[in-house]
């Protein structure tokens, strides 16, 4: 090492050490060390990745359900909007095949598309309820629907996937607004309540209530459109983290927008 580099690194040596030593007693030493900390550290790992909005912690299909490849399905791939995906309409059939429901209400009919696959892979003596909202009332819904979602109430015909159906016998159609229709007789019988109506934040709270209270213990609640739509999102994650014991293990079905709770 040459003269120089040793002068110039002694130097240095010289000024933190008197940095370092001086700093405990004096705020300006301090301030350097502070500065000199700050330009060798390494920079903060960047945050501009957005914060999660799922608060549900996951499961999948695999956890739920035993797969089986002779399930009954009809109709799987004619969807779009209104309808669950393709998937989905698999995963709810794999989890009625594995749970056995006898009791199943529904909430939000369309044209009936899952209400049929619910039916052809439930016990034989299975009876569905499956609810909706007549074009007629919207316009006197207890809360507000979301506008966006108006287009799947107004429609020529509510059902229309099972009508005709060798299956159509193992289910009932009611009609009503979710918020005020009267669940009592059906109240703690349910196996399974599958919620799809309204998608508004109000909506999907009052309909979980309802759900709650038609569900038997040990039943189980789907919701679709936990990552879909903002209400849906809101309100369970809300229930998730309100620490209430009732949804501890509410979960979101990986690989789709359904979520699922066992209430115990
Ligand atoms: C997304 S679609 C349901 C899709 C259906 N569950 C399926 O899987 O094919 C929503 C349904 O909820 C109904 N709906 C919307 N608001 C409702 C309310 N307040 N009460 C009852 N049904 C409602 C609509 O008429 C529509 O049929």
Redesign the pocket.
Known sequence: MNTALFTLYLGVFKRIARTAALSPFDAQERHRLGELYALYSPPAPSSDLPEDPYKLPKTDILELAQLDRNLLLEGVNECGF???TEFEVKVISQLVNQLQPRRIF??????G??TLNMALNSPADAQIVT???PPSELSQ?QMQ?EKT?EM??KKAE?GERFKGHPLASKITQVFG???TYDYSRYHNQMDLVFI???HAYE?VLSDTENALRLVRKGGTILW?DYTNWEGVRRALNDYYQSGNPVFRNLRHIGGTSIAVLTVS
Do not use: C, M, N, P
């Open positions: 209104g309808h669950v529904e909430i939000g009919t369309f044209q598309r899952t609810l909706d909202l819904t629907i979602e799947y109430v509510s607004d979710s918020a799809d109506g309204s909506y679709h």
